[in-house]
């Protein structure tokens, strides 16, 4: 059975960092583009980053542009999303998905197949 594992998330003050991490297992996502969604209290989730099978291609969702990177390390079956310059405004829930696509890097969550558990980021002011 497919598994997706997030880790990395906790508190930290406004202008800190994290990284977060989001290991594969009961399948192989080798060649499939993987996603970063994020999910507020009383709010939808939404888009954060994704990047395609080879890490050729990236998205990412404008309020956090040139603050986070998304990447891979295929042969550890781990993404990753390292989360700079870090605002009140990107506490959420971070929640990894894995896409049927390899090449594209779909915004929308109807795109992604596979969904991990969510890890807990909390900015403070």
């Known amino acids: 059975q497919v598994q997706l594992a997030e880790s990395g998330g906790g508190v930290v003050q406004a202008g800190g960092s994290l990284r977060l991490s989001c290991a594969a297992s009961?399948?192989?996502?080798?060649?499939?583009?993987m996603g970063w969604f994020r999910q507020a209290p009383g709010k939808e989730r939404e888009f954060v980053a994704a990047?395609?099978?080879?890490?050729?291609?990236?998205n990412y969702v404008d309020s956090v542009k040139g603050r986070f990177t998304i990447s891979r390390d295929n042969a550890k079956n781990t993404v990753y999303l390292q989360m700079n310059s870090l605002k009140p405004e990107d506490t959420a829930v971070y929640f990894c998905?894995?896409?049927?696509?390899?090449?594209?890097?779909?915004?929308?969550?109807?795109?992604?197949?596979?969904w991990g558990q969510g890890t807990q980021v909390t900015v403070s002011s």
């Open positions: 998905a894995a896409s049927k696509y390899t090449i594209a890097v779909p915004i929308s969550v109807t795109n992604y197949d596979y």
């Open positions: 009961g399948g192989t996502f080798n060649s499939n583009t």
């Open positions: 990047i395609s099978g080879s890490g050729y291609s990236t």
